[in-house]
């Protein structure tokens, strides 16, 4: 069963490798940051202590990535396009990844291996993490690695010991990719299902996890002391999240970030059957051969482990009131879906003809829901940035707020990147909430505090300002948790008290996904 892959073989792994890169650089640096990019930005401009205590408020979550993208920033700048280009380069390698764990499954099968590495990254959600400035490509990158790692190690023959490099590179891809988000652990479990049928390596791999484990200490140490309370904005599980999750989970739409288009219900109904028959005929394989006292059938069984247990994890940790965001997690069973269709369609039962139009035209459904997505910004932080700055008089005090004070991340980039700030630090705009000065950077995560607009006292804040913007986003949910509700009913009392003192007030909206409100009040 172990074996290396030959020149002919790097062809699908090349190609899904390129197709993937390709797809993710192209109109990179046009989208606007958003809210989650801002605070990337923010966390690893700091130094020193200042790195390590942002990195910490997180909890430890993206530890890894923040690290690296602060050597990058450090090194080649903070450009848009500078900053996303590591989440474009794990793109390719998940592409090539994912053709190389499809070689191992189906030795020689060169066709289904390169079906596997398009269906993977030719996908909305990973061609749009692989735009973002996050590290959700990454560790979609370092899972498949992981999975391709424990491959090797269970192919290699009972008489053999597994090569080093197979071992210390499944230690160390679990390792990163756990460091790069806890969401990760969700797939440990299915690789250890998949040791009780190779168990002649149970040994080996859970003496590797164990080591895993161990070098998380600090990891979870970290994760303990922050707590999920971070996770206040997840809400519970509804049909809404369930759609969104199974609609991204078939690379037909990722909502609420993109709207729907004209081809989003065929890809919804077209990779959904596939999924559907895909699942149904595979297990029904594994399940006979079981029946029959034969070995399961070893790479059927293998991708249904990374697909199934961690879905039925995550709804049990839902379940169970734990917040997990469900949308985002099942970009680490995409390269599984594309794995299970893959074999679906170009197994050798299958007129070749046939099988390669079938995958075609599931390539061609899920390009017609990644073009549209180019350049679009659901959350356009750049646009009201230059809003604010154009509708600030050149005289007089105008202040500005943000709630959250996240929303102040992503204006620091902008601002910073606007040529006139480098010229003029902008007297005439008046930071309040916070009061750092322009052209300091401070990651300001999860951060909600309010102005004083008590009518009781004489507020300072109206004599002060005569114009005050009050930038808002992720101010809070209606329906969300308990804290996500504590959030939003601050926010409403803080625009209520400044109706109050401003006798005159307009608004604006930005974006969709997450809008971006921006109120100018004046007296």
């Not at 999920?228 to 997840?234: I, N, R």
Request: glycine share 6%; proline share 7%.
């Amino acid at each position: 069963m172990n074996r290396r892959l030959s020149n002919p073989d790097l062809i699908p792994v090349v190609v899904a490798g390129a197709v993937g890169v390709l797809l993710a650089a192209i109109d990179l640096g046009s989208r606007s940051l958003w809210f989650d990019e801002g605070s990337t930005f923010a966390i690893v401009s700091q130094h020193g202590a200042a790195l390590w205590h942002a990195i910490a408020h997180d909890g430890g979550n993206m530890l890894l990535y923040y690290v690296v993208m602060h050597v990058v920033v450090a090194w080649f700048g903070d450009a848009t396009w500078v900053m996303r280009l590591p989440s474009v380069i794990a793109t390719g390698l998940t592409g090539a990844l994912v053709a190389a764990t499809a070689l191992r499954l189906f030795p020689a099968n060169r066709r289904l291996a390169t079906a596997a590495g398009l269906l993977a990254v030719v996908s909305l959600p990973l061609i749009y993490w692989g735009q973002n400035v996050r590290g959700y490509a990454w560790l979609v990158t370092f899972s498949v690695a992981s999975f391709l790692a424990l491959i090797v190690i269970l192919q290699t023959p009972a008489e053999r010991a597994p090569a080093r490099g197979a071992v210390l590179a499944y230690v160390l891809s679990t390792l990163a990719a756990l460091y790069i988000g806890y969401d990760v652990a969700l797939l440990i479990p299915a690789q250890l299902a998949l040791v009780l049928v190779q168990r002649e390596r149970a040994r080996l791999v859970i003496g590797c996890l164990v080591v895993v484990a161990l070098l998380s200490v600090p990891l979870l140490v970290l994760a303990a002391e922050r707590g999920s309370g971070q996770l206040f904005w997840v809400g519970p599980l509804d049909w809404q999240v369930a759609g969104q999750a199974v609609l991204a989970l078939l690379s037909a739409a990722l909502v609420p970030n993109f709207h729907r288009t004209a081809t989003t219900v065929p890809a919804v109904i077209v990779m959904g059957l596939a999924v559907l028959v895909a699942l149904g005929l595979a297990l029904r394989i594994v399940l006979r051969e079981r029946r029959e006292l034969q070995k399961p059938a070893w790479p059927l069984l293998f991708i249904l482990a990374w697909l199934l247990v961690p879905t039925v994890l995550a709804l049990v940790a839902y379940a169970a009131g734990e917040p997990i965001e469900l949308p985002r997690v099942t970009i680490l069973e995409l390269p599984a879906i594309a794995l299970l269709v893959a074999w679906l369609l170009l197994r050798p039962a299958v007129i070749p003809a046939l099988g390669t139009a079938a995958v075609a035209v599931l390539l061609a459904l899920r390009l017609a829901q990644v073009i549209p997505s180019y350049g679009v910004s659901p959350e356009p932080w750049k646009a009201v940035t230059a809003y604010v700055l154009k509708a600030t008089p050149a005289r007089g005090t105008t202040c500005v707020a943000f709630y959250a004070q996240d929303g102040r991340e992503a204006f620091d980039y902008y601002l910073l990147h606007t040529t006139r700030l480098r010229t003029d630090p902008w007297p005439n705009l008046r930071p309040v909430l916070p009061t750092l000065p322009w052209g300091s950077i401070k990651p300001y995560v999860e951060g909600y505090a309010t102005l004083d607009t008590n009518p009781a006292r004489p507020p300072r804040l109206a004599s002060q300002c005569p114009r005050l913007w009050l930038i808002t986003s992720h101010s809070g949910q209606s329906g969300g948790t308990h804290q996500s509700l504590v959030n939003l009913e601050r926010y409403q009392a803080l625009t209520s008290g400044l109706e109050r003192l401003y006798p005159h007030h307009n608004l604006r909206t930005f974006g969709w996904a997450s809008p971006i409100r921006v109120r100018l009040f004046s007296r």
